[in-house]
C-alpha cells in the first residue's frame, strides 16, 4: 500500500469501511456488546469533537487512557488519532509512581480513566502533575471537578473531518517498561 503524504490512520482503519458498505459489519465484539463499523465511526467522532471543542484539545498534544479493555479505549485511542492528537495507552498495573512519571514526560492536560482505577491516580497529589488539567472518568466520579465520559461525549456532534496529520507524524505513544523502575519507562514514538 502506498501511504500519501497527508494520511490520518483512522480514515483508513475506521472511515473506509463505512466508504466501503461495511457500517452494519461487527468490529469491535467485547463480552456481550457488538459495536458496528458504524457505531464505532459515530462514537469515535463523538468523543474527538468533545476533545476537540469541550477540552481544546489541539494537535500534536498527548491525551494519556487509563483505561480497561472495553470499547472506550478504541473510541478513545482513535479519536485522538483523528483530531491530531497523540494518545498514550498506559499500563493499568502500573503503580502510582509510574502514572505520574507518564503523565509528566507526555505533558499530558486530559487523561482518560476507567473509574475503578481512580484511587490509583488519587494516590498521587494534583501538586505533582503539572500539566493535567483534567480527568475524563468512564464509569461513576468521584469529584465534582472529574468529567463524565458519557455527559462529555453527550452533547457533541457525530461529524468529524479528519486532521490533516501527515505520513510521518506521531500517531502515538507507548511505554515500554522494564525492571529499572521509571528510568526504564521510555515513550516508544
Not at 35 to 58: P, S
Not at 144 to 164: C, E, H, K, R, Y
Request: aromatic share 8%; proline share 5%; charged share 25%.
Amino acid at each position: 500500500m502506498s501511504i500519501a503524504e497527508t494520511f490520518n490512520a483512522v480514515s483508513h482503519l475506521v472511515d473506509r469501511h463505512i466508504d466501503d458498505g461495511r457500517g452494519s459489519k461487527v468490529a469491535i465484539e467485547c463480552a456481550d456488546e457488538r459495536v458496528t463499523y458504524a457505531q464505532l465511526q459515530e462514537r469515535v467522532n463523538r468523543v474527538g469533537n468533545a476533545l476537540k471543542t469541550v477540552l481544546k484539545v489541539r494537535m500534536e498534544e498527548r491525551v494519556l487512557l487509563l483505561l480497561l479493555d472495553r470499547p472506550e479505549i478504541i473510541y478513545s485511542f482513535f479519536c485522538a488519532m483523528k483530531i491530531g492528537a497523540v494518545p498514550v495507552p498506559i499500563n493499568t498495573f502500573w503503580k502510582p509512581a509510574e502514572f505520574e512519571y507518564a503523565l509528566n514526560d507526555a505533558r499530558a492536560r486530559v487523561l482518560i480513566i476507567d473509574a475503578t482505577l481512580l484511587p490509583t491516580l488519587r494516590d498521587i497529589p494534583r501538586e505533582r502533575l503539572g500539566f493535567l488539567e483534567h480527568v475524563v472518568v468512564v464509569g461513576t466520579r468521584e469529584r465534582d471537578d472529574d468529567i463524565s465520559f458519557d455527559s462529555l461525549t453527550s452533547g457533541v456532534g457525530q461529524n468529524l473531518l479528519a486532521a490533516p496529520t501527515r505520513k510521518d507524524d506521531v500517531a502515538f505513544w507507548l511505554y515500554s517498561s522494564g525492571s529499572t523502575g521509571p528510568e526504564g519507562l521510555y515513550p516508544l514514538a
